[in-house]
């Protein structure tokens, strides 16, 4: 496969996915501020912009400000409309590449998102709005599983998906789970905290399978890092990038796949044998921190590999 062809995949599955977490953890965000005053919301909101990487883009005191800059502000790389549209430029160039399926579905939801503005969508049903973007890329992942060739390129998909929601889900726990750890009077969280932070990661449910209602940090730390089977839960991602860079690597003779695929194997290990209680007592903000450092360190591999290999490198190989 074409380097320029493996690096648009890439890119088109890690922009959506990025879509579809800003509208989860805004959605919830969103929800929550029905039943909360602005002095109480506050935090909150704060805690979203922060795991967003927006903090710079509004404040947590104006959720009008902060609908805007989460989902159409043109220089937010984490914005709604800034993904998919970039998610729909990278598929544009790899258009004989994917289904007519899969250019219909991201075609749709562009046009969906692009005809909304702040104003349309806070005078309406705003969580409605974000549920029909999540409804829209999870409709992207079904028609690409039922219609694209599950070969190489179908594999780079895969790895964008699970290594981008790795990074962002790790932000996330990183963020909710620093006041906690620190004990910080002021940034309590409180029960319905927790239960919003298994909804931004579309997991409560599957927990309370595993857990029943009993929704405790160190239990929710323990499903959303370690569970084997939620595929909101690194432990999950992690797996999926090591199989797909396996599965690219055997059909490909690039002399630097070996790295790639050596640094999902060790992230994967790492979360197979990992305690929830050694890690929430040793340092939790210095491993997540780490798993994010990792997560960059395959995408450089990645990189390095298939992507921006030198012609030297390529005939040495």
Known sequence: MLSRVADNL???????????????VLGVGLTQTLDQDRESARPRWARTLE??????FATPDDPYAITEALTF???NQSAIGTCIALARENA???????????????????????????????QGEPIEFYQSVKEGAHLFQGVT???MSHGEGWF????????????????LLDVHFQPFLTSAP???????????????CTAFEAYCKVYTADVQPATVAEFLLLDSESPRSLRFAADRIQRSLKAISVTTNSRWAGRAERLAGRLRAALDYGQVDEIMSDDMH???NSIRRECFGIHSAIYQAYVSYSAESALAS
């Open 186 to 200: 002021d940034v309590l969280l409180e029960f319905n905290d927790w239960v919003a932070l298994l909804k931004c």
């Open 145 to 147: 599983d039922s219609t």
């Open 10 to 24: 890439y890119w088109m599955s890690r922009y959506l996915e990025r879509a579809e977490h800003t509208a989860r």
């Open 73 to 75: 502000e043109p220089t």
């Open 51 to 56: 795991a967003l990487q927006s903090s710079s």
């Open 286 to 288: 210095a491993y997540l």
């Open 92 to 122: 544009r160039q790899v258009r004989e590449q994917i289904s007519s399926e899969m250019w219909e579905q991201l075609n749709r939801l562009y046009l969906r998102v692009r005809a909304k503005s702040t104003a349309k969508i806070w």
């Open 156 to 171: 780079f998909i895969q790895v964008g998906r699970n290594l981008e929601r790795a990074g962002s889900t790790a932000l």
